[in-house]
């Protein structure tokens, strides 16, 4: 995963890759800011972008690879 902090799409869009699933979520288990980040992704020419339901919780706890400090 790539860490992208509300607000810094523009800066770190060249970390993106058009050809792959983009699943963006958020560390509270609510989906009205990565459901944002994708409706900008949309407007940028990605149609490949999926807000993750549950937040990084379900992403936890689907067993997903994670990184950084707990």
Do not use: R
């Amino acid at each position: 995963s790539i860490n992208i902090p509300t607000g810094s799409l523009d800066a770190n869009i060249n970390k993106l890759s058009k050809g792959k699933k983009l699943i963006a979520y958020c560390s509270w288990p609510n989906e009205h800011t990565s459901a944002s980040l994708v409706s900008e992704l949309k407007q940028k020419g990605f149609d490949n972008g999926f807000a993750l339901v549950g937040g990084t919780k379900a992403w936890h706890d689907a067993n997903f690879p994670m990184e950084g400090s707990n």
